[in-house]
DNA sequence: TCAAAATCAATCAAAAACATTCAGAAGAAG
DNA sequence: CTTCTTCTGAATGTTTTTGATTGATTTTGA
């Protein structure tokens, strides 16, 4: 039996039962215990299941949520990536500030951590943190159209309210000496206030950013984790390694699977 | 039996039952009462259900509460004549507040006043109001799951911030004694406050609720305009008109269609 | 109020499930 | 045909889950 034919099997025994023991998917397939223990790695990876000890179930937001969220937006590659990375910085029992935008919300679906708490200003992110089972709190204010942020004096009262163990943070613009930047100054107040309230801050930035310095500044480079990918600037990209702390998905990760 | 299969099966039982015994729950599973206790500990810790001496009880809020996803389908015509009543409220300036809820929602696309402002606690409604480009106010707090309200401390104090000229407040019952109410106390409260911080309160209910008394009260008969529809206890329809202001949509209204 | 009965939390050793490693098998590339 | 890579299954030691036992706590009923 071909790999890829076991992956469908094992999907497909899902899709009828809901949970399904790893003893009944070794002998579906006929394939050995460990080899099957791979499979659900790989596809839970890949966010097609979820396991569970003893073997494996649909993904919650499977059960509950009929797949209109899911084609919504498919994230790229590249920002699943950089999720994942994000993701792995979680440990147990954290209180997370996740700002608002897409690259923060591709993380949401790689934490594995338990008892979290998640604070945020997004729209979308408290949908991803609902589909998730996360525990939810939502910052106050104004509904920015567009971004669909919350900012304004509602934000700023609400997020000094809280205390953050780590904050996950989106931007417009990585310069080397202007820093991070974006360019609406009532967002930017934000996210700086939101790394000041935390103990250790993330920003998630493609390359594509890299270089742009947008009208409102909103840390130095020192002041954050940068998490990204390589790009195609290796010069750069050897400049920004000098100045700030980054966390680079590398190549490898980017072209296993899916 | 995998232990995920046990909690569904323990989650089940108490769906049916509401309350349920260690020993029910033992014989049910096959599993140890060592085990089971454990799962009712990790399940009460993720606000499934409560724990009680002997064996453990829905949560209170889950009672009959219908879950977001089975309200969400399209609107009854029903509930977007109420809602088109309810917007004919609305005058241009107008600061709203809109409770979370389907009934509410429903009001949004019909409101035609101009400079309005919306100030909300429920996940929908921050969306509806988007799409028809409405300036939006968001409450902070906590997201409940399943109502997708923002409630607690954060709520309240986001709430006081404000003054509103009327609010739209929805309801799971309509007593004649008992007022309105809903059944969790937490959001019970965030409504309350709502009416209190605003000139003018509005109840939206179908007939559906009528003669209900839910655990936590929101408020009396007298402190807000019922907009409903005729239903068919006319008896209990006639002794609310006595107490409430009630605005009802009439079946002229309801059939002729949208 | 008190003591017996029931229920509970905490602990521990056995069992089940797990990740990891390694050597061999199957395929692909040269 | 050889070499290299990838995939597989067995063996290893580790982690998680489980049920029994203990003593503490709560409820019951007199």
Do not use: W
């Given at each position: 039996?071909?790999?890829?034919?076991?992956?469908?099997?094992?999907?497909?025994?899902?899709?009828?039962?809901?949970?399904?023991?790893?003893?009944?998917?070794?002998?579906?397939?006929?394939?050995?215990?460990?080899?099957?223990?791979?499979?659900?790695?790989?596809?839970?990876?890949?966010?097609?299941?979820?396991?569970?000890?003893?073997?494996?179930?649909?993904?919650?937001?499977?059960?509950?949520?009929?797949?209109?969220?899911?084609?919504?937006?498919?994230?790229?590659?590249?920002?699943?990536?950089?999720?994942?990375?994000?993701?792995?910085?979680?440990?147990?029992?954290?209180?997370?500030?996740?700002?608002?935008?897409?690259?923060?919300?591709?993380?949401?679906?790689?934490?594995?951590?338990?008892?979290?708490?998640?604070?945020?200003?997004?729209?979308?992110?408290?949908?991803?943190?609902?589909?998730?089972?996360?525990?939810?709190?939502?910052?106050?204010?104004?509904?920015?159209?567009?971004?669909?942020?919350?900012?304004?004096?509602?934000?700023?009262?609400?997020?000094?309210?809280?205390?953050?163990?780590?904050?996950?943070?989106?931007?417009?613009g990585v310069d080397i000496n202007f820093g991070?930047?974006?360019?609406?100054?009532?967002?930017?107040?934000?996210?700086?206030?939101?790394?000041?309230?935390?103990?250790?801050?993330?920003?998630?930035a493609d390359p594509s950013k890299f270089g742009d310095a947008?009208?409102?500044?909103?840390?130095?480079l020192?002041?954050?984790?940068l998490?990204t990918t390589e790009g195609d600037d290796r010069e750069f990209f050897e400049k920004l390694t000098n100045v700030a702390?980054v966390?680079v998905?590398n190549s490898?990760?980017?072209?296993?699977?899916?």
């Amino acid at each position: 039996m071909l790999t890829f034919e076991r992956y469908e099997k094992i999907l497909q025994l899902l899709e009828d039962q809901k949970v399904t023991k790893l003893a009944d998917l070794v002998e579906a397939t006929g394939a050995s215990e460990s080899t099957i223990r791979r499979d659900l790695t790989i596809l839970e990876n890949e966010q097609k299941l979820k396991r569970i000890h003893g073997g494996a179930s649909l993904m919650k937001s499977k059960v509950d949520e009929p797949s209109m969220m899911e084609k919504q937006q498919q994230f790229t590659e590249e920002k699943k990536q950089m999720g994942k990375r994000a993701a792995s910085f979680v440990q147990d029992g954290d209180c997370l500030y996740i700002d608002a935008g897409t690259s923060t919300q591709a993380m949401i679906p790689y934490i594995q951590a338990k008892d979290i708490v998640i604070v945020t200003n997004g729209l979308n992110i408290i949908q991803e943190a609902l589909q998730h089972q996360f525990r939810t709190y939502v910052v106050g204010g104004y509904v920015k159209s567009g971004t669909h942020a919350f900012i304004g004096k509602g934000a700023v009262d609400s997020i000094q309210q809280f205390r953050f163990d780590k904050a996950f943070i989106g931007t417009n613009g990585v310069d080397i000496n202007f820093g991070f930047s974006t360019p609406d100054p009532e967002e930017a107040q934000i996210k700086q206030l939101a790394m000041k309230q935390s103990t250790q801050s993330f920003v998630l930035a493609d390359p594509s950013k890299f270089g742009d310095a947008t009208f409102a500044r909103v840390a130095d480079l020192e002041e954050a984790v940068l998490i990204t990918t390589e790009g195609d600037d290796r010069e750069f990209f050897e400049k920004l390694t000098n100045v700030a702390k980054v966390e680079v998905v590398n190549s490898d990760d980017l072209h296993s699977h899916s």
